[in-house]
């Protein structure tokens, strides 16, 4: 790039980038002769060492150098914090294990517990030969929720009288159970000792024994123990049927019809002090072909069917009605099945039982 000429006898050129360069001069003298052949002076400008090469190389080898060292830096430190993740959850799944095995241990000790508290809960109940002896045309359809139950069923033969009972605790599983013991021990002992064989004075004895020995005759703010019963009584000599209930009523199939016999709307155990509640006596002359039948609501509240929903009286009434061309064992079989494929894959939930007779 040419100049225009100057009187100056230099020339200042900044900022020149590195590289060569040639610079030229023409001059003339006073004469104005002027020079045909520039005069030239070659010019090197060396970079900064920041912009040669050998810089660029040793930076890029420092950056990825520096990279390296992070990456593995980080690696080491994932790889420790991996370690000792590991280790807390090796010290937590042995602890867990530990804990696992101790509950394991502690449930079968209570699950033996149970099944030994069930050893007992069926020795107190009637065995099939016993009631077979005493009422021949009958079923017992017991199918506790839980290993044992809340629901019980009861028999004695007295004075010519049969007396039988469908019984449902307060709860079921094992608080049910004890309560089941403590309702077949006082039955046994208010029937031997107070030598009562009308159902309805059973009942009113049974009430005060089962207040007096869970002490809940002194308040009535807390939810009380207690238990629903049907109770029937069969004389041998005058075929007179009795029956006395809480809660829990009688139906009597006659010539295709179903009666109901409601019981008493106040449960067994809630006796308040000074209270002198009486259960009422039904008497009945059977009939020959007449079928009875008592129960707890397990059966009737039993959730299944296609929209799981409960049961109900109604169905349970139907159902009944419609197999009385089959013997007492086999409604006893069919009833079981029918209750099952109803339940379908649902849990049961309450204790049931269905007592069945013909006398």
């Not at 799944?93 to 696992?100: D, H, L, M, S």
Request: net charge neutral; hydrophobic share 40%; aromatic share 12%.
């Amino acid at each position: 790039i040419w100049r225009p000429a100057t009187k100056q006898s230099f020339e200042i050129y900044s900022n020149l980038a590195p590289g060569k360069y040639t610079f030229k001069v023409i001059a003339c003298n006073n004469s104005g002769v002027w020079n045909v052949d520039p005069a030239s002076v070659y010019i090197n400008i060396t970079p900064p060492f920041w912009q040669t090469w050998w810089f660029y190389g040793l930076t890029m080898f420092l950056m990825v150098g520096m990279i390296f060292t992070y990456i593995k830096v980080r690696e080491r430190k994932l790889i420790i914090e991996k370690r000792v993740l590991e280790e807390k959850v090796e010290e937590r799944t042995a602890e867990i294990a530990e804990q696992k095995k101790l509950i394991e241990e502690k449930n079968n000790d209570i699950t033996a517990s149970i099944r030994y508290a069930k050893r007992i809960q069926v020795a107190i109940l009637p065995p099939d030969d016993y009631v077979k002896n005493y009422l021949p045309k009958t079923f017992v359809l017991f199918k506790p929720k839980d290993i044992v139950s809340g629901d019980f069923y009861w028999l004695s033969d007295k004075k010519d009288k049969i007396l039988f009972a469908a019984v449902d605790c307060t709860g079921h599983g094992v608080p049910g159970a004890f309560m089941s013991i403590v309702g077949h021990n006082l039955l046994d002992q208010i029937v031997a000792e107070q030598k009562l064989t009308r159902p309805s004075e059973i009942l009113d004895a049974l009430n005060k024994s089962v207040s007096d020995t869970l002490r809940q005759t002194h308040t009535d703010d807390h939810v009380k123990d207690g238990m629903d019963i049907a109770l029937c009584a069969y004389d041998r000599n005058t075929k007179e049927f009795e029956y006395a209930g809480a809660f829990n009523p009688m139906w009597l199939i006659r010539n295709g019809e179903l009666i109901e016999t409601k019981a008493d709307k106040f449960p067994i155990g809630n006796l308040k002090i000074g209270e002198q509640k009486k259960f009422t006596n039904h008497s009945f002359a059977l009939i020959p072909g007449d079928t009875l039948y008592i129960f707890s609501d397990g059966f009737a509240d039993q959730f299944g069917g296609p929209n799981g929903k409960k049961l109900k009286y109604s169905v349970f009434k139907n159902m009944l009605l419609s197999i009385q061309h089959l013997s007492m064992e086999e409604q006893g079989i069919y009833l079981d099945k029918a209750i099952e494929d109803w339940k379908g894959k649902l849990e049961q939930v309450d204790d049931i039982l269905v007592i069945g007779t013909r006398l």
